[in-house]
């Protein structure tokens, strides 16, 4: 029988504020552990909590870039559960009225668009963080743990999608979309590395036209798009073979390792969850006025499809080359400051960014705004291409040199005597070289063997160290064959 | 009966407080004249009435995102049962 | 007359004319302290060292020649139900029997700014849930007018502290009657004010929505008194109130012509002793004869209050009480085999009784299949007493009740009947329902025991309920003192 995947995924973003979402604490990142609590995130007796403005507008901007609808009424409830990491063993969250509901976002896949609809989006408290000691680091088989409150009661912005997603794929692209939409609009940096942005999967399989869902399981720890990739295969895979067997599915939450390449049962004991939401009552209801929503949403920046648009239409670029371009916002600014600079075809940039800049960026791990090739580097290379002073061979190799020392191109290629040689007679003369020390490829060419003639004129570039100009000597080794 | 003994044992849990036969005993029973009093407003007729969380009507009240001060740690686990690395400590969680 | 028996206005008089030091006071209340708490047992926790130092700091103020607010150097009790930073506070309760807090309630930030002396932290019902001051998870409070009778509750320690000379005022909280119920049985007066007035920061909550902190005094002026500097918005509370502050003195006005009163037939029906009905009835003559308009009205939905009340108070408290898990704060049971083993036996050792009772009450009337049955329905039922007391104070400028349906009844002899316990707050809670303040004032005594009468006013109507109670207390004429 044939399976198709259905998948929803619960996006968990860290809002990019000041302060906390009900006390005025940092929310920087990376301190020594409990030095930013205070009474209200600590859930000492008696304190209480006063919402964070700036965490409101972010979560309804993001809601209107996704084309939600905004609740004019909403209010925060309290989650009751036990937890550690929870200093007040309640999560102040929404539930039935929460900010932002039935959006939805386009995604353009490789042949094909599709939408994805987004349920709510909500905004409640992160939690702390938990240090398991023993075990090796593992809840399980850990003999005690240790509780840092700094993350505890940062806002945190909750996105639930509909079960519209039907591959791994499409679950990375929305993921990066959302990403890329969160980053344009400056609510959160949305660093996976960091936790600061978080993606649950919900995935069950049925088969191919038949309406009603299958028995979802969840994954988690799917940290970074990758591993989100990769754990809805495995867990595609791993369903479909026990639906094919006869096995059931059994509801439960799955864990990804990354190393072992597989997802497994959360070894969490099963106890019967009743989170007794109500409504907080140490807040009170927020009522918006429809005006000041607008106002947001006029105030809205670029977001990815308008940017992709423009690029088609204001640069020439492939509806490729824009998808690309516009997959984070870094990206994009990237691109449109090089153009910026350069006065040839932007689709040059968009090949030299997409092509060979990406590709360092990826062998390293390196963010395109945290590299040391910034856009004044590419254009300056591609400029010196473009008036014939080095090569396009050349040019790969300055921008590794670019990439490890962050040196301009037109030092590097005085330092290193990189420039193109494209002397006639200095050409000629190394041709003549060629032909004189290849008798017997050259006699192979003669016999029609094309291959020949590629090896004659890596010899001559091997001759000029790579310097020569491919143009002319093609041109020149054809004539004097 | 409103509440049985095991609704009592489930909230019990629900809470986190342990308790004894005897005492699922005695508190089904308490709860239980507690709840068919307290129960008798399901009777009422409350079709198109609004629920009420607050006797004041205040609505909008947010704060700017401003940071102010923070406990030194310390104070924050000052009153801590148990602290290591300047961590509260908290026994075997599975 | 002993510096301890004196009022808040009188005593600042005789320290602005430097007729007598904050240290003699101190030393005049302290002295009390010694004779009787061991009788009265009002303190859960005595600062004599803090108290003097704050009344030479006051001193040394009044010698320089520095004007003193109306406040400064009176010596003050506090509910240990309000967080004072470095000293103990407890909530009544074992699980917070170390608990040493970082940071200062509001409320009483505000007073201790006012340059109060404070004497010290008050019994209560552990976590303010009771009406008898036996749920205490310390020992009992009793009665100065009789010492084997209960001081009410939840603030019994705040009540009993002012009744027996212990203090010159103190605070309280009120969720369903802790400060109007008290008050009623040790013969004082107590005020709950409007919801919001007054910060809930750093009161260890109750019933958020209910919860509201008041003062427990010798008389309406110091009501006033202490009212003026315990209100103001507070940033930190999101239900907190936006007014300008009045001054609250203005509206003692010894005058009632043309005032109208009305009298909810609920709250005069059965249940309420006969004796303090009368007693209650002698008040209403008073007030008549003193020019206000009295009639009976009715208030058809608040025979539903005490089920709503007990419905909504645990469920709040079910979840603001989660937080005392042994983690950050508080006792911890020493020999947990895992995380949940501690949270268990820590919770189940540390609380007492009742607060398991409300705790697994509130539970079940938020979980799964019961909400709208119990919860859902209850705020419902707020919604209609809400409007019965609209509809009232469309004709009447304050409503009045007897405070309580008895008088202070016998230690141990409601302890084991809990809705027993629940109907003594059968006047009170419909007011906290509604958010609405509300005031004790004493009326009489029936076998020697004190009755109070509670005059409910509008929303933020405090002026006008101060202005009744304050009439009725200069005509009644009230002096009678427990015999200690």
């Keep these: ?481 | 009966m409103a509440i049985s003994e095991k609704d009592v044992k489930h909230v019990a849990w629900l809470a986190r407080l342990a308790l004894s036969d005897t005492e699922v005993e005695r508190f089904a029973k308490q709860l239980d004249v507690i709840l068919e009093h307290a129960g008798k407003i399901a009777e009422l007729d409350t079709k198109d009435v609004q629920p009420t969380a607050h006797a004041i009507p205040l609505k909008n009240v947010l704060r700017e995102d401003k940071v102010g001060r923070c406990l030194a740690p310390e104070v924050a686990l000052a009153n801590a049962p148990h602290q290591e690395d300047q961590a509260f400590v908290v026994p075997r969680i599975v | ?484």
């Design chain 1, 1 to 481: 029988m044939e399976y198709e995947s259905v998948i929803g995924l619960e996006i968990h973003v860290e809002l990019d504020t000041e302060s906390k979402m009900f006390c005025s604490c940092s929310t920087r990142f990376g301190e020594a552990p409990n030095t930013q609590t205070c009474p209200v995130c600590l859930g000492m007796p008696g304190s209480l909590p006063v919402p964070n403005k700036k965490a409101v507008e972010y979560v309804i901007r993001t809601g209107l870039a996704i084309f939600c609808d905004i609740s004019l009424f909403s209010q925060f409830h309290r989650k009751n559960y036990f937890y550690p990491d929870m200093p007040k063993n309640y999560q102040i969250s929404q539930y039935d009225i929460p900010l932002c509901i039935d959006g939805h976002v386009d995604l353009e896949m490789e042949d094909y668009a599709t939408t994805i609809g987004v349920t709510r989006i909500h905004l409640e408290e992160d939690t702390g963080k938990l240090l398991h000691i023993g075990g090796a680091g593992r809840i399980a088989g850990a003999d005690y743990s240790q509780v840092d409150f700094n993350r505890a009661g940062v806002p945190l912005m909750e996105i639930v999608s509909e079960p519209d997603i039907r591959t791994p794929e499409e679950a990375k692209t929305y993921a990066q979309k959302i990403r890329a939409i969160l980053v344009s609009l400056g609510v959160s940096d949305c660093n996976m590395d960091q936790g600061s942005m978080r993606v649950d999967a919900n995935i069950s399989l049925r088969p191919v036209g038949r309406e009603e869902f299958g028995v979802k399981a969840e994954l988690k720890n799917l940290n970074s798009f990758r591993s989100l990739q990769r754990g809805l295969a495995y867990e595609i895979e791993r369903q479909t073979k026990a639906l094919q067997s006869g096995e059931a599915i059994v509801q439960e939450t799955r864990h990804w390792d990354e190393t072992k390449n597989t997802t497994s049962t959360l070894r969490t004991k099963e106890y019967a969850h009743d989170y007794r939401y109500f409504p907080d009552p140490d807040l009170v209801p927020m009522e918006f006025d429809p005006e000041w929503i607008e106002g947001l949403r006029a105030e809205l920046p670029e977001l990815p499809d308008e940017r992709r648009e423009r690029y088609m239409k204001d640069f020439g670029l492939p509806a490729h080359d824009a998808n690309l371009l516009v997959e984070t916002k870094a990206t994009g600014d990237f691109f449109e400051a090089a153009v910026a600079l350069y006065s040839g075809d932007a689709k040059i940039m968009s090949n030299w960014i997409l092509g060979d800049l990406t590709y360092y960026l990826n062998a390293e791990n390196v963010e395109i705004d945290a590299g040391e090739v910034k856009p004044a580097h590419l254009v300056e290379m591609v400029d010196l291409i473009d008036d014939g002073t080095i090569s396009g061979k050349i040019a790969k190799e300055i921008i590794s040199e670019m990439f490890k020392t962050g040196k301009m191109p037109k030092a590097i290629v005085e330092e290193k005597g990189m420039t193109q040689i494209s002397g006639q007679d200095e050409i000629a003369k190394i041709v003549d070289d060629v032909i004189a020390q290849n008798p017997d490829a050259v006699q192979e060419f003669h016999d029609g063997k094309e291959r020949a003639f590629g090896f004659l004129v890596g010899q001559a570039m091997r001759l000029t160290k790579g310097r020569g100009n491919p143009q002319l000597i093609n041109k020149l080794l054809k004539e004097k064959l």
């Design chain 3, 1 to 484: 007359m002993k510096l301890f028996e004196l009022t808040i206005h009188e005593l600042h008089e005789k320290l602005v004319s430097k007729e007598i030091s904050a240290k003699e006071l101190a030393e005049s209340v302290f002295s009390r302290i010694d004779d009787v708490e061991e009788r009265v047992k009002s303190y859960i926790t005595v600062t004599r060292d803090e108290a003097f130092a704050k009344a030479d700091e006051i001193d040394k103020k009044i010698a320089s020649g520095e004007r003193i607010g109306p406040l400064a150097g009176i010596p003050t009790a506090i509910k240990d139900v309000m967080n004072t930073e470095g000293i103990r506070t407890t909530c009544g309760s074992k699980i917070l029997d170390n608990y040493i807090p970082v940071y200062t309630s509001t409320a009483v930030k505000n007073l201790l700014e006012e340059g109060i002396v404070m004497t010290g932290k008050t019994n209560m019902d552990e976590f303010a849930m009771g009406s008898s001051t036996e749920n205490s998870g310390f020992f009992v409070t009793r009665n100065p007018w009789d010492l084997e009778r209960v001081p009410g509750g939840s603030s019994g320690g705040s009540a009993s502290v002012v009744a027996a000379d212990e203090a010159i005022f103190s605070l309280g909280s009120d969720t369903g009657g802790s400060i109007r119920q008290p008050a009623a049985l040790c013969g004082i007066v107590g005020m709950k004010p409007t919801y919001g007035l007054v910060s809930r920061f750093g009161l260890i909550a109750f019933a958020s929505s209910l919860d509201q902190i008041g003062p427990f005094t010798k008389d309406v002026t110091d009501c006033a008194i202490v009212l003026n500097h315990l209100i103001g918005h507070d940033i930190n509370d999101s239900t907190s109130v936006k007014i300008d502050k009045p001054d609250y003195t203005k509206a003692l006005v010894n005058d009632l012509n043309g005032i109208t009163i009305g009298v909810p037939k609920e709250l005069m029906a059965e249940g309420i002793d006969p004796k303090i009905k009368a007693v209650i009835e002698n008040a209403l003559k008073l007030l008549e004869d003193n020019g206000a308009v009295v009639a009976e009205t009715s208030l058809p939905n608040i025979e539903h209050s005490l089920s709503a009340y007990y419905i909504i108070a645990p469920a709040e408290a079910s979840s603001n009480l989660a937080r005392f898990d042994g983690v950050r704060y508080g006792y911890r049971v020493p020999d947990a085999e895992d995380l949940i083993d501690m949270y268990m036996r820590t919770r189940a050792e540390g609380f007492g009784d009742e607060v398991k009772r409300r705790i697994m009450l509130g539970t079940y009337a938020l979980s799964a299949g019961y909400y709208d049955a119990y919860y859902g329905q209850a705020q419902k039922v707020r919604t209609l007493i809400m409007d019965d007391f609209n509809r009232a104070f469309a004709d009447y400028d304050v409503l009045v009740s007897p405070t309580t349906p008895t008088t202070a009844f016998k230690i141990g002899e409601k302890v084991d009947d809990p809705l027993a316990m629940y109907l003594s707050d059968i006047c009170t809670i419909p007011v906290n329902l509604a958010g609405l303040p509300g005031i004790s004032v004493p009326c009489g005594t029936v076998d020697g025991l004190p009755v109070g009468l509670q005059v409910i006013g509008k929303t933020l109507g405090e002026e006008m309920m101060l202005r009744v109670a304050y009439s009725f207390e200069q005509s009644f004429g009230w002096s009678e003192k427990p015999k200690l």
